[in-house]
């Protein structure tokens, strides 16, 4: 088993850190992969920041990282339509650090309305596509528009369909609720997801490593995101219990993952 994994691929938030503070084991665990020559690649779903900012805070957590070791949902989705479809006008359900990862990758973003009464029923003009990510801005301006442009036929992105984000002492709301009541309002699905659990997520992270899918490892703490777009994609998987995924969880499973650690220091054994 050992001789066959070239790469781990580590989901961040409730895996190798929670919030700021690293994990017990994460430090220590992947340094000690990087001493066996692994390869090691960092996804996130959350796109509120860019890849630069992910690299300084492991760096500064005691994992030295670069920005081209990292791929956020946000980073997919610009590279994609960058590479595919990159004359849509897009309406986006954001922060700002994503709106300039877009614009960073050529695409064109459509920008707000200054004004709009909250009972207004707008006609938006000029938007080709509604992206949807985790916004700790949202408000009904930006929940009105996007509503209105998918039902006039906008198409419908999402950079990830997380519920919620694990946080010190919980979690918060994620992407998935506006995914949700957006398609609840409209009556349609969203046709291209970038991130986990995305085929094309671990498409990119793939490439980037240049490995094939059976010689690479996901780790991550969510069964239906990390483990699922792992086993997907024809990988190892390993679930830690450091996130929100529990023994109970697991057992219920039809397919359970290869490995359950409780700590990533453990992932050193699988090397040996």
Avoid: W
């Amino acid at each position: 088993m050992s001789a066959s994994i070239d790469a781990f691929i580590f989901d961040l938030d409730g895996t190798v850190y929670l919030g700021d503070a690293a994990l017990p084991g994460a430090v220590e665990g992947i340094a000690e992969l990087r001493h066996y020559g692994k390869r090691i690649l960092f996804v996130s779903n959350k796109p509120l920041e860019p890849r630069e900012a992910y690299a300084r805070k492991l760096t500064r957590l005691g994992i030295p990282t670069s920005p081209d070791d990292v791929i956020t949902s946000g980073f997919v989705l610009g590279y994609h339509l960058a590479h595919t479809e990159p004359q849509l006008r897009l309406y986006v359900v954001g922060e700002e650090n994503l709106l300039n990862e877009l614009r960073g990758h050529g695409l064109i973003i459509v920008p707000e309305y200054a004004e709009q009464d909250p009972m207004q029923v707008i006609m938006p003009d000029g938007i080709d596509a509604v992206v949807v990510a985790f916004d700790r801005t949202l408000d009904y301006r930006k929940l009105n528009t996007a509503y209105q442009a998918l039902i006039r036929g906008a198409r419908f992105f999402a950079t990830n369909p997380d519920k919620t984000c694990p946080m010190p002492g919980g979690a918060i709301p994620d992407a998935g609720a506006t995914i949700a009541a957006l398609e609840h309002m409209t009556g349609r699905a969203v046709e291209l997801l970038a991130g986990k659990p995305s085929r094309l997520m671990i498409e990119v992270a793939l490439q980037r490593l240049d490995v094939p899918p059976q010689r690479a490892l996901l780790v991550g703490d969510r069964l239906e995101t990390d483990i699922f777009m792992g086993q997907q994609a024809g990988m190892f998987t390993a679930v830690t219990l450091t996130g929100v995924s529990k023994r109970e969880d697991i057992q219920k499973m039809a397919a359970p993952p290869d490995f359950i650690i409780e700590s990533l220091d453990e992932l050193v054994y699988l090397c040996r």
